[in-house]
């Protein structure tokens, strides 16, 4: 597996350590939603002040579900199982698969925790926790991070339980290479989600590389 959409996985990956975003669009029927997308190990406060005006969505850290455990997160529709008032709230979304939601938060150093710069200290310490050899990952993270935060924390769950977002970004850093650490959000139109049609005007007016769910998979 060496192309997508007649990209080389070369091509992608350094577009993402230069810091450059992907779009990457779903499935019709499913969410139908494009993300805007960028390596974690990349991002600045111009990729967060990016994220912010030009996608509008939510911005959040991904990575996957093996590496979340190691610093001692869980799914929130795993932790609320085991609390009676919460289990009644765990419901499937329309689009028919559970959240990859684990935990907000920030990282000790930051002010707010909401500006831009705020929000990508937090990513880069969350990529540089994750990805460096650190002996107890779920102590260090303990000591440098709280909650709840400005930067929600998804796990993958893998593309044989979910074909999501959190799931098709992670498997793009895995083809190329990369750790499973990118940062995403839900680019948004007038009222509502952006469309394929807008989001594929966006990426070629920018010369960002456009992907879809189907060609991830299919590789």
Known sequence: MNDLSGLSLSNIKERLLEGSPLIVYDFDGREEEADMVFYAGAVTWKSI???????????????????????????????WKTHPIYQNLIK?????????????????????????SDRANTI??????????????????LRNFYAPGHVPVLASRGLNERKGH?????????????????????MLGDGKSLTRAKAK???SRNKVIFLEGKEIIEG
């Open 49 to 79: 002040n990016q994220l912010r005006k030009d996608a509008g969505g939510l911005i959040c850290y991904v990575t996957g579900k093996e590496e979340a455990r190691t610093i001692g997160l869980n799914f929130l529709t795993e932790e």
């Open 92 to 116: 499937r979304p329309s689009y028919g698969d559970y959240p990859s939601f684990t935990m907000w938060v920030n990282h000790v150093s930051v002010g707010t925790g909401i500006s831009d």
């Open 166 to 186: 959190t799931e098709l970004v992670s498997h793009i850093a895995e083809l190329v290479g990369l750790p499973r650490s990118m940062v995403i959000a839900e």
């Open 201 to 203: 005007e966006y990426a």
């Open 124 to 141: 880069r310490e969350l990529h540089n926790l994750l990805t460096d050899h650190v002996q107890n990952k779920e102590e260090f993270f």
